[in-house]
């Protein structure tokens, strides 16, 4: 078996390789799908616990000791003067203020559950302004705020850049974006956010994705482990949990998260990307029996110059007209029967067995739902 997965591993690096317009594409990760046994998951890739959650942070500020690559817009002048007052510096009224070394920037974090003061959070720096490049810039102290406008932690560092630039008499280039960077550790928490998940008589896990069948498959495992009535599915996405008295809070979550859970079966469903061609099934689809017919038409124009050239005594003008030859072709159709009941693996090499690109597989799907033989959800992104 180990043997057997490399090769596909190979085939799948072939198929990326080749961008993955090719139907085969389908078919091998379809094989790949029957290959793979049904395993159970750990109840913490299922689920959520409701509470325990990272809160977004946002903070305007500036970014100064840029190479001349900053932006001179309004708000970025009245930052720059209203920064240096802080500092004790007055300015004379109608002072021409050169800001080509500062940068307007907006700094977004994100502040994960049980944060406590005095430790650090990675932050991104944008620039909201004209700024040609963040290179080599230094982010002054910036405040970051959460959805209710308290102050959660305090930004401050150096940028690093991943992109680069380089412009010579008039040409330039440039290698990823100039005006993003990231500052590693440069916020620092001031204020924790309370939860109560240690002080509530009950805890509530939250499944990633609603499935009524999940929901109880999770109920009956915890209630397997820790005793009858500690879990109930109150819905398709929501089980209430009594933990047990005999165990902390935290060992009783902790020893939660490791329950394996196997998945329900879920339902049947194709994803189809219009713009790439792209299609994605679960093994779930099925049809009724149905005749699907396939053919491709082709035209081709080809247009030729003709030159008209009057006699010289008649004082016209030389005269370029096109010819136009149509050309339409139209390759048989081929016309293949699926009998009721075929599966994922069935339909793909089916319809590969015709001939369908990914683009032919859009509209063959679709017409399959129209006709009321393809028992799936179709959903176009």
């Not at 998940?197 to 009524?212: R, Y």
């Not at 009535?229 to 089980?239: F, K, S």
Request: net charge neutral; hydrophobic share 45%.
């Amino acid at each position: 078996m180990p043997s057997y997965l490399a090769i596909l591993l190979k085939k799948t690096a072939a198929l990326l390789v080749n961008h993955g317009t090719d139907i085969t594409c389908i078919v091998f990760f379809c094989s790949l799908m029957f290959i793979a046994p049904a395993k159970a998951e750990r109840l913490k890739d299922l689920a959520t616990i409701q509470g325990v959650r990272n809160n977004q942070l946002l903070g305007y500020g500036l970014v100064v000791g840029l190479d001349g690559t900053g932006d001179q817009t309004p708000f970025t002048i009245q930052s720059t003067i209203s920064m240096m007052k802080q500092m004790g510096v007055n300015l004379p009224a109608g002072t021409n203020v050169q800001t080509k070394n500062v940068a307007s920037v907006i700094i977004t974090s994100s502040l994960p559950a049980f944060a406590q003061p005095g430790q650090t959070l990675d932050v991104t720096v944008s620039s909201v302004g004209s700024a040609k490049s963040l290179r080599g810039g230094t982010l002054l102290m910036t405040p970051l705020k959460g959805a209710d406008g308290q102050i959660y932690a305090m930004a401050q560092g150096n940028l690093v850049v991943g992109g680069v630039g380089a412009s010579a008499n008039g040409s330039e280039t440039q290698i990823n974006h100039l005006s993003v960077g990231r500052i590693s550790d440069g916020a620092t928490v001031e204020r924790a956010i309370a939860n109560t998940i240690s002080q509530t008589d009950s805890i509530n896990l939250e499944l990633k994705e609603t499935d009524f069948s999940t929901a109880t498959l999770v109920a009956d495992a915890i209630n397997q482990r820790f005793g009858q009535n500690t879990a109930m599915a109150q819905n398709g996405r929501v089980i209430k949990i009594e933990p047990t008295a005999n165990l902390s809070r935290v060992t009783f979550l902790a020893a939660l998260e490791t329950i394996n859970i196997t998945r329900a079966t879920t339902s049947a469903k194709i994803i189809l990307n219009a713009r790439t061609g792209s299609v994605v099934m679960n093994k779930a689809v099925t049809l009724d029996s149905c005749a699907v017919s396939h053919g491709n038409l082709s035209v081709v124009i080809e247009t030729s110059p003709v030159i008209s050239q009057p006699n010289a005594l008649s004082g016209g003008q030389t005269i370029s007209t096109g010819v136009s030859s149509i050309d339409i072709s139209k390759e048989p159709g081929k016309v293949l029967k699926i009998n009721s009941g075929a599966n994922l693996a069935d339909v793909v090499k089916a319809l590969n067995a015709i001939g369908a690109t990914p683009q032919d597989l859009l509209a063959i799907l679709q017409a399959m739902k129209a006709a009321g033989s393809l028992h799936a959800d179709l959903e176009v992104i």
